[in-house]
């Protein structure tokens, strides 16, 4: 299963609200995950099963979709935001990631 | 709190072999399916290796399958990866990381390691 992410990259200012959208090639039920990685850092869980927000992630985060397409949305970009955001799914054994989506500071 | 820390990394001539570890604590590790993630410098992540908590399943990313081993030993909360003949388009960051849920869950990322650096050159 190959997921697209889409825009690659993206421009934005704090206060700003963002979407970035996954699409699969295939239906994945809602066995889809969102993650942050700041730059020299780990990947950290932001929403899992679509539309779930990991313990302890600001309810600024929010997944939601369903089948093969789904959103991440940051309703007020913060300063911490600024990081790439990759989609995960599970449906198939053979785990795929999304090739990520760089969020900048304009 | 749950912590992975993995090692073993470092340089290799391509055709080599390496075996990374990855220390878990804080968590029943015996109860999790662990995984392989890596990253190549400046590129996404790509999921490498799944084990099922009780080792009895194990599943591999096409690029890797045959060449790559991933194994535990529960008794050490240790997980491992065996690269054998290893390709320059090998060279990433690996982590190490837990699902989200124990038993057969192997879905969500929960916990990462800090990863650990190798480099396939000759």
């Known amino acids: 299963i190959q997921m697209t992410q889409s825009p690659s990259s993206l421009s934005a200012s704090v206060g700003d609200r963002v979407t970035i959208t996954c699409q699969a090639t295939?239906?994945?039920?809602?066995?889809l995950n969102w993650y942050q990685q700041k730059s020299g850092k780990a990947p950290r869980l932001l929403i899992y099963?679509?539309?779930n927000l990991e313990p302890g992630v600001p309810s600024r985060f929010s997944g939601s979709g369903s089948g093969t397409d789904f959103t991440l949305t940051i309703s007020s970009l913060q300063p911490e935001d600024f990081a790439t955001y990759y989609c995960q799914q599970y449906d198939d054994l053979m785990l795929t990631f999304g090739g990520g989506t760089k969020v900048e500071i304009k | 709190q749950a912590q992975l820390v993995e090692s073993g990394g470092g340089v290799v001539q391509p055709g080599r072999s390496l075996t990374l570890s990855c220390a878990a604590s804080g968590f029943i590790f015996s109860s999790h399916a662990m995984h392989w993630v890596r990253q190549a410098p400046g590129k996404g992540l790509e999921w490498v290796a799944v084990i099922w908590y009780d080792g009895s399943n194990k599943y591999y990313e096409d690029s890797v399958k045959g060449r790559f081993t991933i194994s535990r030993d529960n008794a050490k909360n240790t997980l491992y990866l065996q690269m054998n003949s290893l390709r320059v388009d090998d060279t990433a960051v690996y982590y190490c990381?837990?699902?989200?849920?124990?038993?057969?869950?192997?879905?969500?990322?929960?916990?990462w390691g800090q990863g650990t650096m190798v480099t396939v050159s000759s």
């Open positions: 295939q239906d994945i039920n809602n066995y």
């Open positions: 099963d679509a539309s």
């Open positions: 990381a837990r699902g989200r849920l124990a038993g057969d869950y192997v879905g969500a990322f929960e916990i």
